[in-house]
């Protein structure tokens, strides 16, 4: 398997000049590039994204397993891509930019280790596919949007550094009341939702909570797995979908291929922009001080493209809000996208939860999947656990 799969050195750094001569504008992760006059800054942020690919030889997996990813593990690394990206907004802002040989930040070396290929990283591959198997997966088995994102879901509750809410929103609906209750969790203790700004009052004495509860605003990583179509993307998303990498609050979107995921970061012209995990690189193994040799973690040439109506139409966006009012902000945004006339909006955003929905919240989830036969309806990542969005 290895002889076949690539490895860092056999990449090559490529001429920009491959990326288009267009005047059509790039987005990428909701900033807008002149093609013409920004390669530079292009390629400087597309680089600046963390980069998850298959790795070899590292600690098996729960201890007798796999020592690669190779084949398997692409929608894995995609997950890791669009959690790397909130946690990178999160800790070192959207404007963050790497550069090759540069002593970085502590913000940035804490949050590359909590990827690294061992047992107890936060979100290592060994820790996603575990925390899988949970769900119905055995270690090596492909993954589909909607899997990883549950599962990273679970893996942030135990990330008390970063303390962000990882939300999965189910049944194509975004619910803004479910979202602002979990993100401000000291509503619950001080009242209604309604008249949010007078309760501050009640955040002294009358919740009791502890201080990193009554955070007024805990991050929001807001995940939304959606099927676009049947085997096609239906050409009415088409336009919808590329404004959401125009939007500020955009993680991009995993999706890809059957069995191939790709890790979309934006759009030009009729092409998305996206990194690929399909390469195998070796495990890379922090030193004693915590640095992680962190260059191969970085994609170093002009990013892959590729024509929007060859995406599989099974796909998860995702979206970062740091505060309130970016969530706020974020939902007039999607209300106007709605009101666009020619398209289809991807997903419902409503104020309440509808009568018909379960929260997969209200199920007494607990970090072990103790109740994993009950849940199974809401990690299934087959493509029938979709509701079929249709004119």
């Given at each position: 398997m290895d002889a076949a799969t690539l490895t860092y050195d056999t990449l090559r750094f490529v001429e920009f000049e491959d990326f288009p001569e267009t005047s059509?504008?790039?987005?990428?992760?909701?900033?807008?590039?002149?093609?013409?006059?920004?390669?530079?800054?292009?390629?400087?942020?597309?680089?600046?994204?963390?980069?998850?690919?298959?790795?070899k030889n590292f600690p098996p997996i729960g201890g007798t397993g796999p020592t690669s990813d190779t084949g398997w593990g692409c929608m894995l690394r995609c997950g890791q891509m669009i959690l790397g990206e909130a946690l990178v907004c999160r800790h070192l802002g959207r404007d963050w930019r790497?550069?090759?040989?540069?002593?970085?930040?502590?913000?940035?070396?804490?949050?590359?280790?909590?990827?690294?290929?061992?047992?107890?990283?936060?979100?290592?591959?060994?820790?996603?596919?575990?925390?899988?198997?949970?769900?119905?997966?055995?270690?090596?088995?492909?993954?589909?949007?909607?899997?990883?994102?549950?599962?990273?879901?679970?893996?942030?509750?135990?990330?008390?550094?970063?303390?962000?809410?990882?939300?999965?929103?189910?049944?194509?609906?975004v619910v803004i009341e479910e979202i602002k209750r979990l993100c401000m969790p000291w509503l619950d203790a001080c009242g209604e939702l309604e008249g949010v700004g007078e309760l501050n009052g009640c955040l002294e004495g009358a919740c009791a909570m502890a201080e990193e509860e009554t955070a007024l605003w805990r991050p929001l990583v807001l995940l939304i797995p959606l099927r676009l179509g049947l085997s096609d993307i239906n050409d009415a998303y088409i336009e919808t979908l590329k404004q959401c990498f125009m939007l500020p609050q955009s993680l991009g979107v995993i999706g890809g291929k059957p069995n191939s995921a790709h890790y979309f970061i934006g759009y030009v012209g009729e092409e998305l922009i996206y990194l690929d995990p399909h390469t195998t690189q070796p495990a890379v193994e922090p030193s004693e001080d915590s640095q992680v040799p962190d260059e191969t973690y970085h994609c170093q040439h002009p990013p892959c493209r590729m024509h929007i109506c060859e995406l599989d139409p099974s796909i998860a966006a995702g979206f970062f809000c740091r505060t309130e009012d970016e969530f706020d902000d974020w939902c007039m945004r999607i209300r106007r996208l709605s009101c666009n006339r020619g398209t289809l909006p991807m997903f419902e955003l409503v104020d309440s939860q509808p009568s018909h929905m379960v929260s997969v919240d209200t199920l007494n989830l607990t970090p072990d999947f103790s109740d994993s036969d009950r849940l199974e309806r809401f990690f299934d990542s087959e493509d029938e656990e979709f509701e079929i969005l249709s004119l």
């Amino acid at each position: 398997m290895d002889a076949a799969t690539l490895t860092y050195d056999t990449l090559r750094f490529v001429e920009f000049e491959d990326f288009p001569e267009t005047s059509e504008p790039v987005w990428i992760l909701g900033k807008e590039y002149n093609a013409l006059t920004e390669k530079d800054e292009i390629l400087s942020d597309v680089t600046s994204r963390l980069w998850f690919t298959y790795r070899k030889n590292f600690p098996p997996i729960g201890g007798t397993g796999p020592t690669s990813d190779t084949g398997w593990g692409c929608m894995l690394r995609c997950g890791q891509m669009i959690l790397g990206e909130a946690l990178v907004c999160r800790h070192l802002g959207r404007d963050w930019r790497w550069a090759k040989g540069q002593k970085q930040r502590d913000e940035y070396i804490s949050l590359l280790n909590a990827f690294i290929d061992k047992k107890d990283s936060y979100y290592s591959i060994h820790q996603i596919a575990q925390m899988g198997v949970g769900e119905g997966k055995p270690i090596g088995q492909w993954y589909g949007p909607n899997t990883v994102a549950q599962v990273l879901k679970k893996l942030a509750v135990f990330d008390t550094w970063s303390k962000v809410v990882v939300h999965v929103a189910m049944d194509n609906t975004v619910v803004i009341e479910e979202i602002k209750r979990l993100c401000m969790p000291w509503l619950d203790a001080c009242g209604e939702l309604e008249g949010v700004g007078e309760l501050n009052g009640c955040l002294e004495g009358a919740c009791a909570m502890a201080e990193e509860e009554t955070a007024l605003w805990r991050p929001l990583v807001l995940l939304i797995p959606l099927r676009l179509g049947l085997s096609d993307i239906n050409d009415a998303y088409i336009e919808t979908l590329k404004q959401c990498f125009m939007l500020p609050q955009s993680l991009g979107v995993i999706g890809g291929k059957p069995n191939s995921a790709h890790y979309f970061i934006g759009y030009v012209g009729e092409e998305l922009i996206y990194l690929d995990p399909h390469t195998t690189q070796p495990a890379v193994e922090p030193s004693e001080d915590s640095q992680v040799p962190d260059e191969t973690y970085h994609c170093q040439h002009p990013p892959c493209r590729m024509h929007i109506c060859e995406l599989d139409p099974s796909i998860a966006a995702g979206f970062f809000c740091r505060t309130e009012d970016e969530f706020d902000d974020w939902c007039m945004r999607i209300r106007r996208l709605s009101c666009n006339r020619g398209t289809l909006p991807m997903f419902e955003l409503v104020d309440s939860q509808p009568s018909h929905m379960v929260s997969v919240d209200t199920l007494n989830l607990t970090p072990d999947f103790s109740d994993s036969d009950r849940l199974e309806r809401f990690f299934d990542s087959e493509d029938e656990e979709f509701e079929i969005l249709s004119l």
